[in-house]
RNA sequence: GCGAGUGUAGCUCAGUUGGUAGAGCAUCACGUUGCCAACGUGAUUGUCGUCGGUUCGAUUCCGAUCACUCGCUCCA
């Protein structure tokens, strides 16, 4: 009963995102191409936010927090020591019967199933989540590359570069958003399972005994970024922790949000000691060892990494702030009617300030208003329709503050602002705007 | 990847027992109104997901394919 009210959510969030241009199937005149999403006018505002937003929390007010900017394609031998080439590479097959599928070099008889000993397996498929291309113009096996599966491991590929650049000192991180891309065998759930996504991963460098110190610290840390910054209620969200860990991992945990399809994995902070570094200094042949000049010594920094999907975020604000209320209307026969609403926080709504000429004869006093509130905060001035049509249209890209021009703004030099979420109003002199702005959307 | 379902206007959907399509909402213009999807008049929009087959004729029947949703699987 839960999951069908559920799906109708999932549904109206995908409407909304279609019709109200925040999210498109990518290539959709061409029948569209299964799990690639594109981010249209307004998710694009609203998913530059977010990226700034944590950029901003995870690199600019840190002073121990390097940026970056790798390429999406990197030497193969990266993949080869992230173990991301091998884990994939192994012919695999199918039982059409039970279903389960099987490593066919771990079979004991390849022509029947290790499961139910069905006859009736697929052919043997190469099985890996990395996306191939070519280096060059020649398309033959010396030329193969491949995309990134994941954005951090240029991240330990540049750590000597960036620490020598920055004279970063122990304990420090690097941080970076970019595109990744997995071939996932079944895309799914809308934008939250895709095969090109974008990750905002930092990776934070330390000696080993402190290791577990910064796990619990940078947990916290993002648990109150989603509290405060993106205004996650406690029921929204949960911690998962791993019991089972990877093989080099000391520590994981996942910070799950409640999507309309279930719990799901919006970000993960992980404990990976020194596992990527060691690789990295073994296949490269170049010592990543940290030298600690006040000791003399050695080290091998140990790993805390934070790794969130921009996607996922994205769609666990919406789905956060869909809202739908009822309120007053003028329409005939009708009192109350559907009032569609995202409550979204201030700082990543796309639009922060609409500003409405109460009517077309104001247009120009508005315009004005409109272009010197532009350079502060992402604006739109919208002069079609009702008033009350307007506000709604604002309500339904989850606008904040509507500010409306009206026939006594000339004279008195104030405006009317309209809370989207209250959808009451004050009225505040035009010098006083920005100020008044600012500080609410801050908020 | 397997199984099931779905695909008609920007959105939600109706429809055609085979004769190339409609509604509501949305959008735009004009008028009116002047603070919560108001009203009136008018206007725009579809290769009926795509390709192929059967047929005099296919959006409708058949096949394939693509996409989405759900269940299983997968998520290193």
């Known amino acids: 009963m839960a999951s069908e009210k559920n799906l109708d959510l999932m549904e109206k969030i995908v409407n909304l995102c279609k019709r109200r241009g925040f999210v498109f199937p990518s290539s959709e005149i061409y029948g569209g191409i299964n799990g ?24 600019e007010m840190r002073d121990n927090i390097e940026g970056l900017d790798s390429t999406i394609i990197c030497h193969p031998r990266v993949w080869k020591a992230s173990g991301h080439l091998d884990q994939f590479s192994d012919l695999m097959t199918d039982c059409r019967d ?22 009736n397996l697929t052919e043997p498929r190469e099985f890996n989540l990395m996306m191939k291309t070519f280096v060059g113009p020649v398309f033959d096996e010396e030329h193969t590359a491949y995309l990134r599966a994941e ?10 570069s960036v620490r020598i650049a920055t004279r970063q000192k122990l304990p420090f991180g690097i941080a970076q958003i970019g595109k990744a891309f997995r071939n996932e065998i079944n895309p799914r759930n809308f934008t939250f399972r895709s095969r090109e996504f974008t990750q905002m991963e930092m990776e934070f460098f330390c000696e080993g005994e402190q290791g577990m110190e910064f796990f619990e610290y940078w947990k916290e840390q993002r648990i109150k970024y989603y509290r405060e910054k993106l205004k996650f209620a406690d029921s929204f969200f949960r911690i998962y922790e791993h019991e089972k860990l990877a093989h080099y991992a000391k520590a994981a945990i996942d910070i799950e949000v409640k999507f309309p399809f279930g719990w799901g994995e919006l970000e993960g902070v992980h404990h990976r000691g020194e596992w990527d570094l060691s690789q990295h200094s073994t296949f490269s042949g170049e010592d990543l060892r940290y030298m600690d000049h006040d000791t003399g010594r050695k080290i091998m920094p140990t790993v805390i990494e934070t790794s969130v999907g921009l996607d996922r975020t994205m769609l666990a604000i919406l789905a956060n702030a869909y809202d739908e209320d009822t309120a007053a ?18 700082l990543v709504a796309p639009i922060q300030v609409a500003v409405l000429p109460l009517s077309k004869k104001l247009n120009e006093s508005a315009d004005t208003l409109f272009r010197d ?20 249209r604002q309500d339904e890209i989850g606008t904040p503050f509507c500010v409306t021009y009206d026939f006594e703004s000339d004279t008195d030099n104030a405006v009317t602002v309209r809370n989207r979420d209250t959808m009451e109003q004050t009225r505040i002199g035009v010098t006083q705007l920005r100020d008044f702005l600012e500080d609410a959307i801050a908020r």
């Open 329 to 346: 209307t003028q329409k005939e026969g009708m009192e109350e009617d559907v009032r569609i609403v995202l409550h979204l926080p201030p």
């Open 98 to 119: 039970c279903k389960a599928r099987f490593r066919v070099d771990q079979m004991e008889d390849p022509t029947r199933c290790s499961n139910c000993k069905s006859p």
């Open 36 to 59: 690639f999403w594109d981010y249209g006018p307004y998710g694009s505002r609203m998913k530059r936010a977010v990226e700034n937003l944590w950029w901003h929390e995870m690199v």
């Open 151 to 160: 954005s951090c491991q240029p991240i330990f590929v540049d750590f000597h």
């Open 373 to 392: 509130l532009n350079r502060h905060f992402r604006c739109e001035q919208d002069v079609t329709g009702s008033i009350g049509k307007r506000y709604r």
